[in-house]
């Protein structure tokens, strides 16, 4: 391969995830938005900002630079009842009766045959440990991220627990590119995953 079919190649690889994530981003809004009509009326969560998370890393260690392109990022919907907006985040004291949407991509991971999505309801929140952290349910969200594969190790139950807080949850998954339109975002997604919000524990 000479040095013109690299660049060419190098170029076109970066257009296409470039394009991925803003499909990627256009579905998350999308999905926020058939949310915030919904009666719950449901919030973006902002522990940081209008931004999703995601575990990254900018190390030049071999196991570091793995984590460079975003493979998997998540958001959650908070019911706006429960939280507080404030200087742009949101603020959501964790209880019991709390219950949340959990929306995760995974774009890329070992051993999967396409990028999928993964919707949760996660509820029965609890803060394990004496110290002040987590202290809110956006530091749970970064828990999640760090722990994701002791958190979705069953694709419909979960069941959650470390030394600083404890979760339950229900999940399904859809394959990302499953989805080609507004139709199939609720039929595939909002539909399924406001029936399981809405059932009892």
């Known amino acids: 391969m000479n040095k013109n079919e690299i660049i060419n ?79 742009g985040v949101t603020v959501t004291v964790l209880s019991s009766d709390l219950r949340v949407i959990h929306l995760r991509v995974i774009l ?8 999928y999505i993964t919707m949760s309801v996660l509820y029965d929140f609890a803060k394990l440990s004496e110290r002040d952290y987590p202290s809110k349910l956006e530091q749970v969200n970064t828990i999640i991220e760090y722990n994701y594969s002791k958190v979705s190790k069953d694709t419909e139950v979960i069941d959650y627990a470390d030394s600083y807080c404890s979760f339950k949850g229900k999940s399904f998954k859809v394959n990302l590119f499953d989805i080609n339109s507004s139709e199939e975002i609720r039929k595939l997604i909002t539909d399924p995953v406001l029936e399981i919000y809405r059932e009892e524990n």
């Open 9 to 87: 190649q190098t170029r076109n690889a970066f257009d296409f995830i470039q394009k991925l994530y803003f499909e990627t981003s256009y579905l998350i809004k999308e999905v926020e938005g058939i949310f915030a009509e919904e009666e719950e009326e449901f919030v973006i969560g902002k522990g940081g900002g209008y931004a999703i998370t995601a575990r990254s890393s900018n190390g030049l260690e071999a196991n570091n630079v793995s984590l460079w392109p975003l493979r998997m990022f998540s958001v959650y919907f908070i019911p706006k009842q429960y939280t507080k907006i404030k200087g």
């Open 108 to 115: 890329d991971e070992k051993e999967i045959l396409e990028p």
